[in-house]
């Protein structure tokens, strides 16, 4: 059997979900710091946003209005994942491209420990009250704008033309009786380091003492057919049958579904993983003003009643409506909310680097 990890971006045949940019021309009429969502005059500004490159066209849609109201142009830079885009912006800090940038959790706390972005400016964005608890950054820079959960899904057709049990936790994946079907998430990734500590934890480790969930790896690597570290592999994994289950993200189950597949969506026994996406002002960027109103614009409660349906993603606004149809795989309300497994990113990030060298050492070989 050959495992495959597959190291590069390609946008994925996912749920849509876009940004783009502004920069302002020394020559643009810019508002001054009173600038309010009452609507202001940009003069045609571009903000640049970066963001995963799936997620550009839902973003264009979901921020139409903004772009009306504020007369300026959201232009996407979809600068691969959450790790490229880091770098991008670490490489440049003294001159930035981006206005606004879009990261999961975990990967915007580096950046604040970068110096990377302004801190929130409450004038400007006041619907942070209405935000759960965990969408709110401790140290005051940009919050989360949306939720998805990691947890199990499986082609049902092809297990059971297998002839073997549905899984019911992430323990149960390294399995032999599953070898050559699953996906999981390489190290490097998201959820490689959430994975890792919640069997650590099932184990009788814990995050500071992941070597439980470590052993397992190594001892059932050759079970695992894929690490991913894009989800575009993973749809491919699953349209061509050469995997059927997959710790992934919730918001694929649509596009796999439409797609003919059976797909099964599995809340693990151990617990899905909150994956917060937050959104960022760039420190130094061109369009400080308009960026601190777009962080607004996403998690006002009139863009969170669209973040399902346009972005395929949970909102995180405490006020926000969501179809009853979106609610089968996506997270929604206080008991989902909290149900959702959280993680110390700051811990996971301050260990992720020796993680990844053992896991590449020992279980990506």
């Known amino acids: 059997m050959t495992r495959r990890n597959f190291l590069g971006f390609s946008a994925a045949s996912l749920a849509a979900l876009g940004l783009a940019a502004c920069d302002d021309e020394e020559s643009t009429p810019q508002t001054s710091g009173d600038a309010s969502s009452s609507g202001a005059d940009f003069g045609g500004a571009e903000l640049v946003v970066a963001t995963w490159g799936w997620a550009e066209n839902g973003l264009k849609t979901l921020a139409a209005d903004f772009e009306s109201t504020y007369n300026c142009t959201i232009v996407v830079d979809p600068t691969s994942g959450n790790s490229d885009r880091l770098n991008k912006l670490v490489a440049e800090k003294q001159d930035p491209t981006a206005d606004v940038a879009f990261l999961t959790k975990s990967f915007a706390i580096t950046g604040e420990g970068e110096d990377l972005f302004e801190k929130i400016d409450a004038s400007k964005v006041t619907s942070l009250d209405e935000l759960y608890d965990f969408a709110k950054d401790e140290n005051g820079y940009g919050p989360v704008y949306s939720v998805c959960r990691y947890g199990i899904m499986y082609n049902k057709t092809a297990l059971d033309e297998k002839g073997v049990d ?10 032999d009786r599953y070898a050559g079907m699953v996906a999981l998430p390489d190290m490097t990734s998201t959820a490689g380091p959430y994975l890792l500590v919640t069997l650590a934890e099932e184990l009788g480790g814990s995050q500071e003492d992941v070597s439980p969930a470590m052993s397992l790896l190594q001892e059932k690597k050759d079970n695992i057919n894929l690490w991913y570290t894009t989800s575009s592999d ?15 993200m919730d918001i694929n189950m649509p596009s796999l579904s439409e797609s003919g597949l059976d797909m099964v969506w599995v809340n693990a026994s151990e617990g899905s993983f909150a994956a917060p996406a937050s959104v960022n ?29 346009v972005m395929n993603e949970a909102p ?50």
């Open 166 to 175: 549905y899984p019911t936790s992430y323990k149960d994946l390294f399995d």
């Open 234 to 248: 993973v749809v491919t994994a699953f349209s061509t049958g050469e995997d059927s289950i997959a710790v992934f």
């Open 281 to 309: 002002v760039v420190k130094g960027c061109a369009n400080p003003d308009l960026a601190q109103l777009f962080v607004e614009y996403m998690i006002s409660k009139d863009t969170q009643d669209q973040i399902a349906s």
């Open 316 to 365: 995180v606004n405490k006020n926000a409506t969501m179809d009853d149809s979106l609610k089968t795989y996506l997270a929604y309300g206080d008991d989902a909310m909290a149900n959702l497994k959280e993680f110390d990113d700051s811990y996971i990030n301050e260990h992720k680097s020796e993680w990844i060298d053992e896991f590449q050492r020992t279980v990506n070989v």
